[in-house]
């Protein structure tokens, strides 16, 4: 959403005008307000992500010609980092939601092999039964050229009873911990845009740039899989497809399934996908038919986000709105011609 978008670009403070001589009092405000977040109590995962959130600020360059930290408020940032990182270190092999977030550092090449395999492994223990943690292990063996890894992690997804994202989960975590800063302690910081909180597009900035599977490692190979990995690769597209997460799963699910699966499968995938962006159009039209307005149902709208899912909070909000939750028979989906 647009708003989440230009929020967040104000709230990084570092889009743009990264040579400017002196860093401007708005993009010191925007570093204090995750500062003191990053105070707030919180889980490992959030730890992680407002450490590595800190490290991009620390990332980059000083001196005249650039962003120009305060030598004292870089000093801060460091100590928060160290202890934000070290913090959630000691958790990591015991939280899956973490796990599943930094699947990522071994996809960069910045740990051993032998570790990246352990956390695999471990998370596969912890959240075997979750056909998102599934995507996520099918993607990192991917990366890894882990064939074996791929085919487990596939058969293991095949057979998962849930599919609960570590995105919504992290996104929840985060939306807890902004939430918890009080409004008065960063006042340089606007408490919402466009009739939405500040915490919640704080909280889905930092969830979507750090905590969304990498779905091309998953649709990519599956596209190209045969027999038994294809067979797990529908079964898993399946569950995305129609399960109430996000936009994205859904429509990774539909895609696969659209190109791959039985005539029954390419049926219900044209039909979801048709009501995934009916909704979609929807909302959006709703959320920004009066700029600055909080539309009804939007207070409690991620609330319903991170409890049922991205599908489930667009209906709610349709309904407080007394819009259609399903498209008219002769509704035409965006980038289509012809018959829906």
């Known amino acids: 959403m647009k708003a989440w978008i230009a929020f967040g670009l104000l709230l990084m403070g570092f889009a743009g005008n990264a040579r400017a001589a002196e860093i401007s009092p708005e993009k010191i405000a925007s570093v ?90 471990r998370l596969a223990e912890l959240d075997g039964d979750n056909a998102a943690t599934a995507v996520a292990l099918m993607g990192a063996a991917w990366i890894a050229q882990d064939s074996a890894g791929f085919l487990e992690a596939a058969a293991r997804g095949a057979k998962a009873s849930r599919h609960e994202p570590a995105f919504l989960l992290a996104f929840g975590q985060l939306r807890e911990r902004f939430a918890a800063v009080p409004d008065v302690a960063v006042p340089g910081v606007p408490l919402g845009i466009e009739g939405m909180e500040r915490a919640d597009m704080a909280a889905m900035n930092l969830a979507a740039a750090s905590a969304l599977s990498a779905h091309q490692n998953f649709s990519q190979p599956c596209r190209e899989a045969e027999g ?54 929807q909302v959006s039209e709703v959320q920004f038919a009066v700029i600055g307005a909080r539309v009804p149902g939007q207070d409690v709208f991620f609330d319903d986000y991170v409890r049922n899912g991205e599908f489930a909070a667009q209906r709610a909000l349709l309904r407080a709105n007394q819009r259609p939750v399903l498209p008219p028979e002769d509704w035409v989906s965006p980038g289509r011609s012809g018959a829906p």
């Open 32 to 121: 204090e307000y995750y500062l003191a977040a990053a105070a707030q109590p919180g889980t490992p995962a959030s730890d992680w992500v407002l450490a590595h959130t800190v490290e991009i600020f620390l990332s980059y360059p000083d001196e005249t010609e650039t962003t120009g930290l305060p030598p004292e408020l870089k000093l801060r940032l460091a100590a928060e980092r160290d202890r934000l990182l070290a913090s959630a270190n000691r958790a990591l092999m015991d939280d899956p939601v973490q796990l599943s977030v930094r699947l990522n550092e071994c996809a960069k090449g910045s740990h051993e092999e032998s570790e990246c395999r352990a956390r695999r492994v």
């Open 228 to 281: 038994e990995l294809l067979d797990h690769c529908l079964a898993i597209a399946r569950m995305l497809m129609r399960s109430e997460s996000t936009f994205i799963d859904v429509a990774i699910g539909a895609s696969l399934l659209s190109s791959h699966g039985t005539v029954q499968d390419q049926a219900e995938a044209s039909k979801r996908g048709r009501e995934s962006y009916w909704l979609m159009t």
